[in-house]
């Protein structure tokens, strides 16, 4: 584990590299069922979330892990001693393997432009959504440019969830922690509404 100079109050982002062959694109869900069962404080932790894995894309239903595929957890640094238990865990995801490597954290980076993957809506009109994303923006007092970017759908309990990816810039440095700290909309343990520093604007489409 790399040694990164922590506060046990700050969230930082636990990274764990991956050996496994494939996984379902729709395994969200199962991914964190199974990280929950070893680590049961998941859902009782506020600020914790699953990033989405990087998968090779493609149009088939199951999709291959590459060797630079990490599971990122974003947590508290005081969960440092339940993580570093980890190494060498082998889960079950939808039926597919993953063993998890040694974890080492890296503390958030406070850039000016941030960009979320998947922000879960509670509404498929894009205007309902921007409505409700500027109130929980306001609540934070989070200023910044919003740009809203593709709608997409995922499936939780059986069902399809709309989400949209989102991007934030003109960010000042605290901001930007807090917006990576609390996020935006639920669902954080299926990868939504976390965010991460880009330098471009552009990945809003993607």
């Known amino acids: 584990m790399s040694a990164v100079i922590v506060s046990q109050g700050e969230v930082v982002e636990a990274i764990f590299p991956l050996e496994g062959q494939a996984l379902p694109r729709e395994h969200a869900?199962?991914?964190?069922?199974?990280?929950?069962?070893?680590?049961?404080?998941?859902?009782?932790?506020?600020?914790a979330g699953i990033h989405p894995l990087k998968l090779v894309s493609g149009p088939e239903s199951l999709a291959l892990l590459s060797q630079r595929t990490r599971l990122i957890l974003r947590v508290n640094a005081n969960r440092l001693d339940s993580l570093t238990a980890l190494a060498g865990v082998q889960l079950e995801v939808a039926g597919h393997s993953l063993r998890l490597g040694l974890v080492h954290l890296r503390a958030l980076q406070p850039l000016a432009t941030l960009y979320a993957y998947r922000v879960a809506a509670g509404d498929a009109d894009e205007s309902v959504f921007m409505q409700a994303i500027e109130a929980e923006l306001a609540g934070l007092a989070i200023g910044g440019e919003r740009v809203c970017g593709k709608r997409q759908s995922m499936v939780v309990d059986g069902r399809a969830m709309t989400t949209f990816s989102m991007m934030l810039h003109g960010l000042g440095a605290e901001q930007?922690?807090?917006?990576?700290?609390?996020?935006?909309?639920?669902?954080?343990?299926?990868?939504?509404?976390?965010?991460?520093?880009?330098?471009?604007?552009?990945?809003?489409?993607?």
């Open 29 to 47: 869900q199962a991914l964190q069922y199974a990280l929950a069962e070893r680590l049961p404080w998941l859902h009782s932790d506020l600020g």
């Open 176 to 206: 930007s922690l807090r917006l990576q700290e609390q996020g935006l909309g639920p669902h954080r343990l299926l990868g939504c509404g976390l965010f991460v520093p880009h330098k471009s604007a552009a990945a809003v489409g993607s």
